[in-house]
């Protein structure tokens, strides 16, 4: 079967059982005909990446993985039905499930019914990779099949923001932030039912990747100094932060920055996939990237400028020394970076791998460390001179 | 100074005089027999520990029997017992007995001391012949270890067909001279026409599983003596019987002269003592493999003096020796004939192999005669698959190793046979292997390698040195064993797929249509149209399979055609094993 949808088109979350029955249509003709179902799903890999700054994300191109429906295929094919019906029968009712929950109810179903028993997964990596089966084949990501994660960071504060949610049945809730003291508000990660007011206008909102230095600049106050939204990223950003700043991005027009730590691992993990989304997330980076998200930092000059506290990177250390071979191989073949709009970014990359040095976020405390608000300092003044790529 | 004084101070000079004698007499340079040496060394020939010193002995006399019996065209039938008789004098040992009893030629009575009592008395001394005894050390040492623990010699009965009644006696070693010594010497009646039988009490422990254990020996024994009926009883164990599945003996080929070039220094010169008052031209034609008229005209030609040719080989000195030794070692020679090497043959393999129990396929391969540092060798494989399934699919192949079709035990690691067992990628024909280990699974791999000059690493002759050409050739004998093997266990795997995939077809098949159907709510008229459509497509998916089966079986069938083209025996002895079976 061949999709019916426009590549990098992600499927409306009510499209999912339409987009299934087709496909379930498609598959039986085929079968009635006994001839061979063949069904298609977008490659989601670096070579089959495209990146244009005017769409601002990667997006898949033209190659497709073809699944063909033989004696080596069917167990895998009927665990995918199986999978499918349980999914299906949760957007009919509302439930949401996680993976694990997801593997215990084939679990369930298939203790009930001893004919599905060939069916059953010996573990739940074998039940993961048949929802990311049903995913490529509907081009559609989990969370539009009911399938969360736990919602994992995105801790935001402001004194200006407010969330009215839409609730599966109808009702409204309204989250003023300014109002939570100083408990962050945890965004979710399908955050397109939120609906984002400011109260007063928002000047900037600040991505931090440490989620500890975000809630030490709030307890210092940056929140009631700045006019302004404040995010802990936690590391490489998952589905909530990534949609929470597209929906900021989208909804409220402020400029939004970034400021993380200066190594290859940041800038291509990090601060990439949250402004471009990743390879592996190819249909669905238009919902979970923030094109005008900027690097503000810590930036290769503000070592010399601020006087911050680096050191080389220990090529020895398997993690390190693998995001530095990642990152040569960005430069030649990641669309991200070759793009003229990101040569900015690119020569950070380029930097790094010439120096092999790196300089940790948290080395703004070093500049005056008898300030408790230096790092806002900097940070302000930083975005107030324009001083990011 | 008074008369007594004197005496007494006499006395004291000739008491000092006599401790100096003494301890002079102490620090003499005495020589000892090779018995002594034996008798103190037992370790270095099999006698290392309680379980190997069974071991040996059971070997020992079993060779014996087996290569007398060759030597006189008799087809063995060997009878062995072994019983534990209660504690041993050692601690923690039990006293074994072993008897050992054959159809053989018998001994000449007057030969009996010899044979069983005196160290290097053979008559297989550095003949070159590819029997499994060479030196005559192992019998004896066998006869010391059971004199020196149970106070007892070996028992020996024994008849030729010239004797009208068999003798019995028991031989001793006398360690001081190296002497076989009998005693309580009687003729007897009622023993077989012709034939031996040696018995030794001794402290020992019986291990019979394992590796080094008894029954792989024997096992191994029958495995490369197609030719041998074995009757066995040991401890724990009902009499076994294990039936000759060969009639034909196998020919022993006449023994080669040694080669100048696999000889050292001082065996060259150590070899023309055997020699006497011969010329040393004569010696050199007579005495080694390879030198001929035309070689001597060489050896004057590179500047040798033509007089030392003509020189008594008793009267030329050691320099002469040497000059002789280094021109010959330069000269290029015919490398050593291969007709002294004896093959089991891959035949006779193939019915033996059967004897190791029950088996799904095997492959063997003998390959032909070969020179290895400059030493004639032969290396037959033979890999079989064990229809045991109780065998832990991931422990090691059961590894039989031989040389000159004597089972080797101990020591495995360093061996010639294990270095190229684990050089070959076994992956590609079809057998689970760790990297750089020993393949895995219900085999059994036996590899044999003949030759009357094999080199041990030790004189208890446990492991095959490991030369590059001598493992290169065991490696590919393997290979070739492999290939063979991988075509039956291709077979075998494309009828499992075959086999899985009907059983896929049959249990995914209604489930995958069923759900399709129960998500669009699809009739029933259009499930069992689906249902039919879909048998059809995997239907051909199977014909696939099947048509890859046929194939595999095909090239399967063409290499035993192939086998039969080339030894027609082959088939007809396991056409005749099975209905035998």
Redesign the interface.
């Known amino acids: 079967m061949r999709s019916s949808r426009k590549a990098g088109e992600s499927a409306a979350s009510d499209q999912i059982p339409k987009l ?2 087709e496909l ?2 498609r ?2 003709q ?7 179902p063949v069904l298609y799903a977008t490659k989601c890999s670096l070579d089959n990446a495209l990146y244009n700054h005017r769409v601002g994300y990667l997006t898949p191109g033209d190659k497709k993985v073809a699944t063909e ?4 295929s ?2 895998k ?2 665990r995918a ?2 999978m ?2 349980i999914l ?1 029968r949760n957007i009919d009712t509302g439930a949401v499930n996680t993976k694990r929950e997801l593997y215990y109810i084939s679990k369930g179903e298939i203790k009930h019914n001893p ?2 028993k ?2 059953d997964f010996s573990d739940q990596p074998e039940s993961d990779a048949t929802i990311d089966f049903i995913c490529e084949m509907l081009e559609c990501y989990r969370e539009e099949l009911n399938c969360y994660a736990n919602d994992r960071g995105g801790q935001t504060y402001s004194q200006q923001l407010v969330v009215t949610e839409t609730l599966p049945d109808g009702d409204t809730a309204v989250i003023d932030l300014s109002k939570l003291g100083t408990s962050p508000f945890q965004p979710k990660n399908r955050p397109q039912s939120l609906k984002l007011t400011a109260r007063k206008k928002i000047d900037f909102c600040l991505i931090i990747e440490s989620e500890g230095t975000a809630n030490t600049l709030v307890a210092n106050g940056f929140t009631k100094r700045h006019n302004c939204i404040l995010i802990g990223a936690q590391g490489v950003p998952s589905n909530a932060v990534r949609g929470w700043t597209k929906l900021i991005q989208d909804q409220l027009s402020v400029p939004l920055y970034f400021f993380g730590d200066l190594d290859a691992y940041t800038l291509q993990n990090i601060y990439r996939t949250l402004k471009a989304g990743s390879a592996a997330s190819l249909i669905r980076n238009s919902d979970y990237s923030a094109p005008e998200v900027r690097f503000l930092g810590v930036l290769p000059e503000d070592i010399k400028k601020y006087d911050l506290n680096d050191y080389p990177v220990r090529e020895s250390d398997a993690q390190e020394g693998r995001a530095l071979k990642k990152a040569a191989d960005a430069l030649k073949n990641d669309p991200f970076f070759q793009d003229k709009r990101n040569k900015g970014v690119a020569q950070i990359l380029k930097w790094l791998l010439e120096h092999k040095r790196r300089c940790e976020q948290q080395a703004y405390f070093t500049v005056d460390p008898r300030d408790p608000t230096m790092p806002e300092k900097i940070i302000v003044d930083k975005i107030k001179r324009g001083n990011y790529v | 100074m008074t008369t007594s004084k004197k005496k007494a101070d006499q006395a004291e000079q000739e008491q000092a005089k006599e401790i100096a004698r003494s301890s002079k007499a102490s620090n003499k340079i005495t020589t000892s027999s090779t018995a002594e040496y034996f008798s103190k060394n037992l370790q270095q020939v099999g006698f290392s520990s309680q379980i190997k010193a069974t071991l040996t002995t059971l070997k020992e006399a079993v060779d014996n029997a087996l290569d007398a019996c060759e030597e006189h065209g008799i087809l063995p039938e060997v009878h062995v017992t072994i019983e534990k008789m209660g504690a041993g004098s050692i601690k923690n040992s039990d006293q074994v007995k072993i008897r050992v009893e054959d159809n053989g030629p018998g001994i000449d009575p007057d030969d009996v001391p010899k044979v069983f009592g005196e160290y290097l008395a053979s008559s297989k001394f550095g003949r070159g012949r590819c029997s499994r005894g060479q030196q005559g050390i192992g019998i004896s040492a066998a006869t010391t270890w059971a004199q020196l623990t149970s106070a007892s010699g070996a028992k020996v009965m024994t008849r030729t067909k010239a004797m009208r009644k068999a003798v019995s006696c028991v031989v001793e070693v006398d360690i001081k001279h190296n002497r076989g010594v009998v005693k309580n010497r009687e003729t007897i009646d009622g023993y077989r026409p012709h034939g031996t039988t040696v018995e030794f009490l001794f402290d020992g422990r019986v291990q019979l599983n394992g590796e080094a254990g008894l029954l792989s020996y024997l096992s191994g024994t029958t495995l490369v003596n197609p030719h041998l009926t074995l009757h066995y009883k040991v401890p724990d164990m009902e009499l076994q019987t294990i039936e000759r599945v060969s009639a034909s003996m196998p020919e022993v080929p006449e023994a080669t002269e040694p080669h100048p070039h696999t000889m050292k220094l001082g065996e060259f010169i150590a070899h023309s003592h055997l020699f006497g008052r011969v010329k040393v031209g004569a010696w050199l034609k007579r005495g080694f493999s390879r030198v001929t008229d035309g070689t001597l005209t060489d050896l004057i030609k590179g500047g040798m003096k033509a007089s030392l040719l003509e020189k008594s080989v008793d009267s030329i000195h050691e320099a002469e020796f040497k000059e002789l030794f280094t021109a010959i070692q330069n000269l290029q020679l015919l490398a050593p004939s291969t007709k002294s090497v004896l093959a089991i043959g891959e035949d006779a393999l193939a019915k033996s192999i059967r004897r190791l129990g029950a088996v799904d396929f095997f492959s063997v391969v003998t390959r032909k005669p070969t020179i290895c540092d400059f030493k004639p060798v032969q290396v037959e494989v033979a890999i079989a698959r064990l229809e045991d399934r109780s065998i832990d699919p991931d422990s090691p192949v059961q590894v039989l190793r031989f040389a000159n079709r004597v089972p080797l035990q101990f020591d495995k690691s360093a061996c010639a046979i294990v270095q190229a067992l684990t050089s070959v990628n076994w992956r590609s024909y079809g057998l689970a292997q760790p990297k750089e280990s020993l393949p895995v699974g219900p085999y059994i791999i036996a590899v044999s390698v003949v030759s009357p000059f094999i080199k041990f690493k030790n004189a208890s002759k446990e492991t095959i040195d490991a030369s590059d050409e001598l493992v290169e050739e065991i490696r590919r004998a393997l290979i070739q064993a492999g290939q063979k093997l991988s075509k039956h266990i291709r077979r075998e795997e494309k009828a499992n797929e075959l086999e899985e995939k009907i059983r896929h077809i049959e249990q995914f098949g209604p489930i995958l249509v069923q759900g399709i159907c129960r998500i669009i709510e699809a009739p029933d008229s259009r499930r069992l149209k689906a249902e039919e459509g879909l048998r059809k497509l995997l239907g051909r998916d199977a014909e696939v399979a099947e048509q890859e089966l046929e194939q595999a079986h095909s090239r399967l069938e063409a290499q035993k055609e192939k086998e039969r083209e080339r030894q027609p025996v082959v088939e007809a002895i396991e056409e005749g094993v099975l209905q035998e079976e």
Do not use: G, T, Y
């Open positions: 299934s029955k379930c249509h598959l039986l085929d079968l009635e005909r006994a001839r061979r429906l033989n004696v080596s069917v167990k094919m009927s039905i199986f499918l019906e299906l004919l599905l060939p069916l």
